[in-house]
């Protein structure tokens, strides 16, 4: 019985090719990457002419059962989300497109892919990530990828990022975050070292059947430890109380400062009604005058002064 179904199914797949007179398209499925739209095939087999494709779309939001797509080409896809066909693909539309061989007058039969929901089955990219290194901490920024139809917070609302970091070259010491922010600082990293980081976008599995694409790794360096801020803002704020101090003092006691820095020596009694000699020509000199030197020094805290 087993042999009978066998051959059954092989005669019927030959008839149906002499029936059209060329085998259809192969391995036909539709995919959807960050919200596009694609219908993908591989030629029919032992084909050595030249073959051309034409496709049409049907969609669960349409008035009509199919609209044609890409007609003629000789390509192995169509991008059924490019604007110049006018198809119009919604973001939570469901879809399914055929695709059949053309070769001079033979033309094959319609070959389906399967159903298609966009929001369902899309598969994620991955998001563009980067890193600057704030002393001895790392400042990660995540962009969303761009959706050919629509947007993320649109479709999925605000995402959630999978955040994994480690020291270069040593993966197994990997740590993992999740965060809902697209801007986060790792701190208490190592100074003076490497790290690598990659993010994930996360979406629920009810919103989306596919897990999200992780991004290629993106290492930076870290750099010294800085010093925490309050240690900074105690350290200004004494050598600004000491410099105001020290304004103030210098202000009040400015006079016993100045007699301390510059002190002046008073002339002995005995020798402050020495007569001065006189420096006009017109005097005449009875006796000769000397020059008066006086040298101060200090002996059992009196002060005494030399005259020469």
């Known amino acids: ?17 002499l029936a059209s007179g060329l085998l ?9 990457h960050n919200m596009d739209l694609y219908l993908r095939w591989e030629p029919p087999d032992n084909i050595s002419s030249q073959i051309l494709y034409s496709t049409k779309l049907q969609g669960s939001f349409d008035s009509v059962q199919f609209r044609p797509a890409c007609v003629n080409t000789s390509a ?20 399914n497109a055929s695709v059949r061989a053309l070769s001079g007058n033979e033309v094959s039969d319609w070959v389906h892919s399967q159903n298609l929901t966009m929001d369902k089955d899309t598969v994620i990219g991955p998001p563009t990530v980067a890193v600057v290194s704030h002393g001895a901490d790392l400042e990660v920024s ?40 697209s801007r986060v600082v790792l701190s208490e990293l ?10 994930q976008i996360y979406v629920d599995l009810s919103r989306n059947h596919n897990t999200g ?6 290492c930076e360096s870290t750099a010294d430890v800085p010093s925490a801020p309050w240690v900074t803002a105690v350290v200004t704020f004494v050598a600004l109380a000491l410099t105001v ?24 009694e005995l020798l402050q009604n020495v007569p001065k000699c006189p420096h006009s020509p017109l005097f005449v000199q009875e006796e000769p005058c000397h020059p008066l030197t006086m ?9 005494l002064t030399a005259v020469s």
């Not at 259809?24 to 959807?32: D, E, G, I, K």
């Not at 040298?295 to 002060?303: S, Y």
């Open 1 to 17: 019985m087993s042999l009978l179904c066998c051959c059954c199914f092989i005669v019927s797949i030959c008839v149906t090719a």
């Open 24 to 32: 259809p398209p192969r391995n036909v499925r539709l995919t959807s």
């Open 76 to 95: 192995l896809f169509c991008e059924l989300s490019a604007p110049g066909l006018g198809l119009n693909i919604l973001e939570f539309g469901r879809y």
């Open 142 to 181: 995540v962009r969303d990828p761009q959706f050919r139809v629509s947007t993320m917070e649109h479709v999925f609302g605000l995402p959630k990022y999978n955040i994994s970091y480690w020291p270069r070259g040593r993966s197994y010491q990997a740590k993992h975050m999740q965060v809902q922010q």
């Open 190 to 199: 190592e100074p003076w070292t490497e790290y690598c980081i990659q993010v």
């Open 213 to 218: 694409e992780t991004s290629e790794p993106v």
């Open 245 to 268: 101090a020290l304004v103030v003092v210098t202000v009040i006691y400015r006079k016993p400062i100045c007699h301390f820095l510059c002190p002046k020596d008073s002339l002995p």
């Open 295 to 303: 040298i101060p020094w200090q002996d059992e805290g009196k002060h």
